[in-house]
């Protein structure tokens, strides 16, 4: 059975950081992209990051692009999002998701976990 499970959120001041990981297990993990998302309070989900299978090609959305950083490790077979420089609005629910090609969209995607909360507030 397919699993992805994050990890790391919590309450963080302004400025602060957070390692969010995501584990996984019951799939081909080094095979699959993976995508970081977020759903904040009363906003649609959006795309935060994706990483290809390899972890050399990555995409970020414009408003983290520099304070955030996605990678992997194959052999874990978890990925993790490094984010620096944390804001207001960066607070919300993250998703890690796996899905066959990296993309910006949450359709791209065909396993996702439950989410970890970040909250980002002095």
């Known amino acids: 059975q397919e699993k992805l499970v994050e990890s790391g959120g919590g309450l963080v001041q302004p400025g602060g950081s957070l390692k969010l990981s995501c584990a996984t297990s019951g799939f081909n993990f080094d095979i699959y992209a993976m995508g970081w998302f977020r759903r904040a309070p009363g906003k649609e989900r959006e795309a935060i990051s994706s990483?290809?299978?390899?972890?050399?090609?990555?995409r970020y959305k414009n408003s983290v692009r520099g304070r955030f950083t996605a990678s992997r490790d194959n052999s874990r077979k978890t990925a993790y999002l490094q984010m620096n420089d944390l804001k207001a609005d960066d607070t919300g629910v993250y998703y890690c998701?796996?899905?066959?090609?990296?993309?910006?969209?949450?359709?791209?995607?065909?396993?996702w976990g439950q989410g970890t909360q970040v909250t980002v507030s002095s």
């Open positions: 990483i290809s299978d390899t972890g050399g090609n990555t």
């Open positions: 998701a796996a899905g066959t090609m990296p993309s910006m969209v949450y359709t791209g995607y065909d396993l």
